[in-house]
Nanobody
Framework: QVQLVESGGGLVQAGGSLRLSCAAS????????MGWYRQAPGKERELVAT???????NYADSVKGRFTISRDNAKNTVYLQMNSLKPEDTAVYYC???????????????WGQGTQVTVSS
């Protein structure tokens, strides 16, 4: 069973930093894109950042220059370093992984359970 375990969310003051982590279970392989999305109350889920297996990154305009996505392929883990946080960054952050499960060799999108990030002004 594929599982994504997120950690690192919390409450921080504006201008502060947080680092999110998302570890995918070993039951998934051939991971291509890993990414982070977020959903604020009353809003749709939106892309924050993605990172392909070849190293290409994509960031939302609102986080460029403040957030950095990285990954450790040996650990099946993706990170999101968030600096200079703003109140508008408050949301539930979800990790996303595109890969194949050993159980059926079918490619899918997998989602974490979400971690709350709250930035106070």
């Amino acid at each position: 069973q594929v599982q994504l375990v997120e950690s690192g969310g919390g409450l921080v003051q504006a201008g502060g930093s947080l680092r999110l982590s998302c570890a995918a279970s070993r039951s998934i392989f051939s991971i291509n894109t890993m990414g982070w999305y977020r959903q604020a109350p009353g809003k749709e889920r939106e892309l924050v950042a993605t990172l392909t297996s070849s190293g290409n990154t994509n960031y939302a305009d609102s986080v460029k220059g403040r957030f950095t996505i990285s990954r450790d392929n040996a650990k099946n883990t993706v990170y999101l370093q968030m600096n200079s946080l703003k109140p508008e960054d408050t949301a539930v952050y979800y990790c996303n992984v595109e890969g194949f499960a050993y159980s059926d060799y079918v490619g899918r999108d997998y989602w974490g359970q979400g971690t709350q990030v709250t930035v106070s002004s």
